[in-house]
T-cell receptor, first 105, second 116 residues
Framework: EDKVVQSPLSLVVHEGDTVTLNCSYE??????LLWYKQEKKAPTFLFML????IEKKSGRLSSILDKKELFSILNITATQTGDSAVYLC?????FGKGTRLHILP | NAGVTQTPKFQVLKTGQSMTLQCAQD?????MYWYRQDPGMGLRLIYY???????DKGEVPNGYNVSRLNKREFSLRLESAAPSQTSVYFC???????????????FGPGTRLTVL
């Protein structure tokens, strides 16, 4: 059975800290892994990862995939209060439970 | 483009009442999805429609029915609402089908449903 497991489920840090969010998965036929950010409403797309070892970057956010060890990480450097959200990892239609990130000013 | 729209935004029902959640997309996407999101449970797929005229069950279909009215619209119906269906419901769409993993989902703003 395909599944996605995220850790930690909840994280509280201070503004300026760097955080690493984890996503491990099991899937029969891997094609891609996606990260979404969810603030108060709908999830919005962050990254799609298809190849191992290639880092995707967008400003202070970056993500990388390890297809051998079946995991991905999402890094956020120099965190800001606006980064507070739930971060979701997904294999197309299978979602993890999310990591709720709260940034203290 | 409005993207994916959902109505209503909020709804309160009594146990046993019925209602239909509406979803529409204007991106000419082929596939549409209904999810529910409960605290600590992430997003769980209820039903999806890979293309106009087809629908399939997801992870948690019991107590729901769907209709893919046309390419733009995909509705979710609760025939006899139960308190366990209290949740936030999201509609989403993708250009390709659920088997095409090189494709991101676009989500609607959600419907917050409370069943008393």
């Amino acid at each position: 059975e395909d599944k996605v497991v995220q850790s930690p489920l909840s994280l509280v840090v201070h503004e300026g800290d760097t955080v690493t969010l984890n996503c491990s998965y099991e899937v029969t036929n891997f094609r891609s892994l996606l990260w979404y950010k969810q603030e108060k409403k709908a999830p919005t797309f962050l990254f799609m990862l298809t190849s191992s070892g290639i880092e995707k970057k967008s400003g202070r956010l970056s993500s990388i995939l390890d297809k051998k060890e079946l995991f991905s990480i999402l890094n956020i450097t120099a965190t800001q209060t606006g980064d507070s959200a739930v971060y979701l990892c997904a294999l197309k239609i299978i979602f993890g439970k999310g990591t709720r990130l709260h940034i203290l000013p | 483009n409005a993207g994916v729209t959902q109505t209503p935004k909020f709804q309160v029902l009594k146990t046993g009442q019925s209602m239909t959640l509406q979803c529409a997309q204007d991106m000419n996407h082929n596939s549409m999805y209904w999810y529910r999101q409960d605290p600590g449970m992430g997003l769980r797929l209820i039903y999806y429609s890979a293309s106009e005229g087809t629908t399939d069950k997801g992870e948690v279909p019991n107590g729901y029915n769907v209709s893919r009215l046309n390419k733009r619209e995909f509705s979710l119906r609760l025939e006899s609402a139960a308190p366990s269906q209290t949740s936030v419901y999201f509609c989403a769409s993708t250009r390709q089908g659920p088997g095409d993993w090189t494709d991101t989902q676009y989500f609607g703003p959600g419907t917050r449903l409370t069943v008393l």
